[in-house]
Structure formats: C-alpha cells, structure tokens
C-alpha cells in the first residue's frame, strides 16, 4: 500500500490525476506524459499548483482542458474546480488548457468500449477503469461525445483539493500553526484567531512544496455550489462582445484568407490561373493548397471575391454522381463481407422469425451539415521557427500534431492557442482548417492570416453525418414482441478521420467502427431474440462526427421500429417499451416522460403525441413530440424531454444543453439533408439547408433525473429520440409512416 500511494503521490505532481483513475499510473513511464503543461507558461510571481490551477498575486486562474463552444463546460469545469478549492465562481479566472496529454480525456475512451452503458458485469468495470492509460498515450485531449463533465468530475475536483490542502500546508510552515487547525474559505486560509491567509499571498511558498496527495473530495451533501444553477462565466464577454472567439484574432499587418476547394468532394486540383485575382485591389496572394487554393488579401471580402475570379481546371473523382447512386451502394452494402460488428446476437434469431408473420421496412438517413454558426477559422503566424496558430478546435493535441506535419515543423516548434468555438457538433474536430492555415502561414512567412471557410465552402464540401439505411424484421406472437433482426450500413467515420488526419492514431480497418452500430444494439429491452449487425458500405462523400454520431441514425431506425412493432401488436407503445425494459433508470425517464406529456390522454382530432427513447453517451433519455394539423401543414407544438445524468452539478445548464440538443434533432429531422447532383453537393447556406428556425421551436419541457450509478454528460443524448418521437408522432395523427429523412420531403410542415 505504501508503494501504491508512492506512485499516486508521484502522479499528482505531475497532472494531479491519480483520484480521477484509481490508480491507472503504476506504471512510471506515463509520468513523462504527464508533466504539467503550465510550467513552461508561468509569468514572474506565478505559481502552478496542478495543471488545473494557476495562482499569482493578481488572482487565481483555474485551467478548463475541454473546448468551450457553448455548452457551458468551462463554468462547469472552473464549479468542479471551485467546490474544492474553497473559491468562489465570480473570484476565479478561466482559461484553455494549452495542447498536453496532461489534459487527456479517459471517458472519449470509455465510450468506445464493447460494453452497454448497464453492464456493470466485472470485465466492463474493469475496462472502465483503465481507460486512462490509452488516452495518456495516444494523447485525447478531445472535447466530445458528452464526456467532459464524467471525465472530469473526479480529476477536477481533486486538483482543487490538492491546491487546497498543499495552500494549507504552505500556511502551516509559514506560522507554524498545524495543518489541522486550519480552514479555508472564500480564497483564503484561516487560522484559528480568524486571520485570514489569501492564497494569492500563498502562492509562491506553496509552489515550493510537494503537492498534498489523494486528499478528501468533499461529498455532496456538503456542496456549496456543484448541484446549483451557476451563472455562467462567459455569459458577460459573450453579451459585450469582449469574447475572443477564432474569427476575432487580430494581429499587427494581419492578412485574411478565404479557401476554396474542389467542388467535387474529394478531388483535387489540376491547375488554375489566378491573373485576373492577383490583379484585384487589396489582393497578396493566391495560395496552393492541393485540393483548392486560398487568397490572401486585406478583408475577408476582398479574398472571397477574388476566388470567383481564378479559373479553375478540377479533377472530377470517381464517386457516385447523384443522392440515389448513393444510396444504391448503402443498399448493396448488407453483404456478409462487409460485415463489421455483431455486437448483439440473442438467442435463435433464425429460428423465431421462420414461419412467424413478419413486420419489416427499411429507414433511411441523409447526409447532414454541422451547420456551425461561426465558420471554419485559424489565424496563423510563422514566426521564425515557431508556428503560431489561434483557433476553435475539439482536439488541440491532434491540431498541433496536423499542423506540424502540413508546415513540416516538429510538433515543439508549434505554439496552438484554443479559442471559443462558435459551435462545434463535430465539426471542429475535423483538422482540414487547420492544416490548410498552416500551409498559407509556411507560403506566407512571417505575415499572420486569419484563414476563414466561406459558409458555402463548408455546407458544399463537408465532411457530413453519413447517409446510412437501417433495416429490421420482426415477429409478434399473441400482442408479445418475440424476435428482432435489426441492422444499418454507413461509410465509416474511423475510416474518414483517419485519412484526414483527425484521429489521435491511426484507426486500421480491421477494427470495427462502433459508431455504426452506436445505440443500435444496445438499447435495454430485454427481448429473447435479438440480433443487430453493422455493415461497412464502402467510401463515398467524407463523414465525420455529427452530434450523437452514429446515435443520430440509429435510434430513428431503432424507436421508430419499435412503434411499428407496437402498432402490429396492438399494443401502446409507451407501455410496451416499459414492459421491455431492463434497466431501471431508463424506465424511469420513460414513465417521466409519459406523466409530464399526460400520455394516454385524448388531444383531439388534429393533435398526436410520438415517443422515442434512447440510451445515447450513456446517458437514457426519452421524448414525447407533440404534432398539430394547421391549414399549411404540420407543426411541432411541444416536446418533452427526460434523461439521467446519474448527478446534475448544474440543472440551469443542463436544461438548456437538452433543448438545444431537441431542437437540434427537431430541425434535422423536418428539413436538413445533403444531396448530390452531378457528383457535386447541392446545398450551400442556410438558404437551401434550412436549420430550424426561432418560430418552428416547440416548447420543449425538460426534467433531469439522477438515478443513474455514474455522472453523465449531456451535449449529446437530447438529439437521437428526437427524429422518431416526431415521426411516430407524425404516424399517429397521419396515418402516414415515413420511413426517410427529412420528413418534411414528405409531408409539409411550418
């Protein structure tokens, strides 16, 4: 024991994480990996306590690793931080972590394991708790998959009781008073006379000090501000406009750069000439990137319009030229060789469905846009040997290890600043801007350019939610569900990030992609013959990671199934999906929703109610959708929403976080898709991919639960119910089940 607090001592001093993985670092050489990334940054009078923490005389600073593109993670983080470490939220600073391995995120990890969310069976305990070491490695500093609050929860809250308790003991060995009768307070440690200490007074001496290892977290029942509605720290900076997000970044002589790459995705380049841009005022450069090219000029304007004046000569690849060439290669993918999980085969799958009356149908998804409000953007600099990049990324690590390679730098001579992010969903884990930055900062040496996508770039050239075809065949015996075969095809995303550099490591095809089969196969209902396979289509438009990823498809494929099937039956489905279910926190969301949505109530001849559930990020959620027959079509009306979360540090946030993502879902699911004409995409701004609007939001009633055996996020679970909860909706006032969307190609809506 006295070798394993050796070790965990060992680790705090170097990332302050022991507590957050038990005690995953036993073996020394991951301390390497771990030296704390603040070190090197420290101005004269400032002190790193962890790398979570950073105090100086001006005030204390608390280090928030995951990007903040509005969902609220950097309160939430800087709360977890600020319960232990005795301060107040409206006393402390926030600020992004600098790319480091110190900041690695074990739950992207975790999320990825072959393990249903309610398997709390030995084996899956075990991997959870390892998760660690491969995200230590391979260096996850990734901000997604609703996995910042549970993958911090622990380590957050340790590293402000280590600067606690080590603040403490600086106070001791200054007045000689013992530690244990000391206290702290408001940023200040107290002695027994009631002096009071500050810790911006103790900053220095406590840097001198070993660190305190594995102190006391605080339980809940003494929580002063986790578990209350925070004010948001960055709610100020966002309403003045003070807040720096990538597109703001001025630099002194700074240039602006506008992309523009081949119109058929995946192509390249052949030649183009830029004369007549080179000619235009205010115009520096045209910049070859490969695949496109990049204008540099004085605005941003001035760069956009100098692109419609290169002509260019593109490669035209060899992919399908229309939306239903498309999906003819998904259809020819349920082929037994490209198969790429089975992660659930229950009982005699065969032998139940033979002879037995068979409900079956086939689903289909588009390709999605992010969409993100705010462009792709990074401001870059080459500065002597240093290459200096300002952007809004979901992986710094991964961002400065792409953006060495594409300037052929060492990863030591780039200096990668993380932004705010004016939206995320994916996207910006994608690396393609930030290489492209880099390529226009080595052309253009020492000359910082803020290199900005053109909405129409972005919407046009992807990467994209895949399109993907779901498929299933039932049998129903005496009102009772009695076998499933359910299974889906998509290009596969690992593959994607991979080939374009988004992924920590190389992901080699032989590895299933789980985002495939993601809340596919392992929904909790507890049905004796179940079977789920995944198969791999080949590649077709780039795909990436879209908000619930691979959730996003499968539980319109999943939910709406399971109404079919309760339709068939004869049963209700609410009641049906209760009798089926095998875990007791996703039965209670479900009853949540069902009693705040009054369900079984009669609405009238030109209203319906829909239900879906999910178990999406590990985090159970249902939703009721309520649709209203109008004279120009249908309308969403209300949607209400439940999910555990196993504990809220936040209800405010957490509310808002679960209607964005309904309202996200909402929106795909009535009028988003990506289609393709002559092997170029169709869609280019909001004006032909039509994101919801204010006025087509429903009121959207929410309630949180806390059943669950662990924390969860929420950036993700509100959107995947949301497409089935409409479309059974849709069926139940209707008649009409459609099976593809948008559904709004189908039936109008307003």
Not at 333 to 354: E, H, K, T
Request: some cysteine; charged content about 20%.
């Amino acid at each position: 024991m006295a070798n394993l607090r050796k070790i965990a001592r060992r680790t705090f001093l170097v990332g302050s994480v022991a507590v957050a993985g038990g005690v995953v670092f036993g073996i020394r050489t991951y301390n390497a990996r771990l030296e704390n990334p603040l070190t090197a940054r420290l101005g004269e009078g400032e002190a790193a306590l962890t790398p979570y923490v950073k105090i100086s005389a001006d005030g204390i600073t608390i280090i928030t690793p995951r990007a903040e593109m509005g969902q609220g993670i950097h309160t939430t983080l800087a709360a977890m931080v600020a319960e232990e470490l005795d301060v107040e939220l409206s006393d402390i600073r926030t600020e992004h972590g600098p790319p480091s391995s110190a900041y690695y995120n074990g739950g992207v990890v975790e999320e990825g394991y072959p393990f249903p969310a309610t398997d709390m069976g030995v084996v899956a305990e075990f991997a959870r708790a390892q998760r660690d070491i491969p995200a230590v490695f391979l260096s996850y500093q990734i901000t997604g998959g609703s996995t910042s609050t549970h993958d911090g929860y622990e380590k957050m809250r340790a590293a402000g009781a280590v600067a606690r308790e080590t603040l403490k003991l600086a106070a001791s060995a200054r007045t000689g008073v013992p530690v244990e009768a000391l206290a702290t307070r408001a940023g200040a440690v107290i002695l027994p006379d009631g002096q009071e200490i500050p810790y911006t007074d103790l900053a220095m001496d406590a840097a001198g000090i070993d660190p305190v290892p594995t102190p006391e977290l605080r339980p809940k029942a003494e929580w002063r501000i986790l578990g209350t509605s925070q004010d948001r720290l960055d709610v100020v900076d966002k309403s003045t406009g003070a807040a720096l997000y990538a597109s703001d970044i001025r630099l002194p002589g700074m240039r602006f750069g506008a992309v523009r790459r081949n119109p058929h995705v995946r192509g390249d380049l052949i030649s183009f000439d830029a004369a007549e841009a080179l000619a235009m005022p205010g115009v520096d450069a045209v910049v070859d990137i490969g695949n496109g090219v990049v204008v540099v000029a004085e605005t941003t304007w001035a760069a956009m319009q100098a692109l419609n004046a290169i002509e260019f000569v593109w490669e035209n690849p060899a992919l399908p030229m229309t939306t239903d060439d498309h999906f003819d290669v998904l259809a020819q993918a349920f082929m037994p060789g490209n198969l790429d999980s089975r992660q659930r085969d229950d009982g005699d799958v065969d032998a139940a469905l033979d002879g037995a009356e068979i409900i079956e149908a086939e689903y289909r998804v588009p390709y999605l846009a992010h969409a993100t409000l705010e462009p792709m953007s990074a401001a870059t600099w080459l500065d002597g040997d240093t290459l200096r990049i300002w952007t809004g990324t979901q992986g710094p690590t991964v961002a400065r290890r792409e953006a060495a390679k594409a300037a052929g730098l060492e990863e030591e001579q780039v200096e990668l600043t993380t932004t705010l992010l004016g939206g995320g969903f994916g996207r910006r884990g994608e690396m393609d801007f930030v290489q492209i930055a880099a390529k226009v900062a080595v052309a253009l040496p020492d000359l910082p350019v803020l290199v900005t996508y053109p909405r129409e770039e972005d919407i046009s050239r992807g990467p994209y939610r895949p399109a993907s075809i779901g498929r299933f065949r039932a049998a129903v015996t005496d009102g009772q569900l009695t076998a499933v075969e359910i299974s889906s095809t998509s290009p596969s995303i690992f593959r994607g990030i991979t080939e374009r550099g988004g992924s920590p490591a190389p992901i080699p095809d032989f590895v299933p992609d789980f985002t495939i089969s993601q809340a596919l196969w392992d929904q909790p209902y507890g049905i004796e013959n179940y079977r789920a396979s995944a198969y791999r289509c080949p590649d077709l438009l780039p795909v990436g990671f879209w908000r619930s990823v691979g959730a996003s498809q499968n539980a319109f494929f999943h939910e709406c199934m399971m109404d079919e099937i309760a339709v068939a039956a004869g049963r209700d489905p609410v009641e049906m999906r209760l009798e089926l279910m095998t875990d007791d926190p996703s039965r209670r969301v479900l009853e949540a929703v069902a009693e705040m949505s009054d369900w079984g109530q009669a609405r009238g001849p030109d209203r319906a109610l829909g239900v879906a559930f999910s178990l999406c990020f590990s985090a159970p959620t249902a939703q009721v959708v309520e649709v209203m027959q109008t004279p120009n079509g249908l309308k969403v009306t209300q949607a209400w929403v439940a999910v555990d979360v196993g504990v809220a540090l936040d209800p405010r946030n957490l509310d808002a976080q679960l209607i964005s993502g309904v309202n996200f879902g909402l929106g795909a699911a009535i009028g988003e898709k990506i289609t393709v004409t002559d092997g170029m995409v169709d869609q280019s701004n909001y004006h032909d991919y039509p994101a919801m609007r204010m006025y087509q939001s429903p009121i959207i009633h929410t309630r949180i639960l806390e059943n669950a055996p662990r924390i969860r996020g929420i950036g993700e679970p509100g959107t995947p119910a949301s497409a089935p909860a409409l479309a059974n909706a849709v069926f139940a006032l209707t008649g009409q089940r459609i099976r593809t969307l948008p559904l709004g190609d189908s039936i109008p809506f307003i």
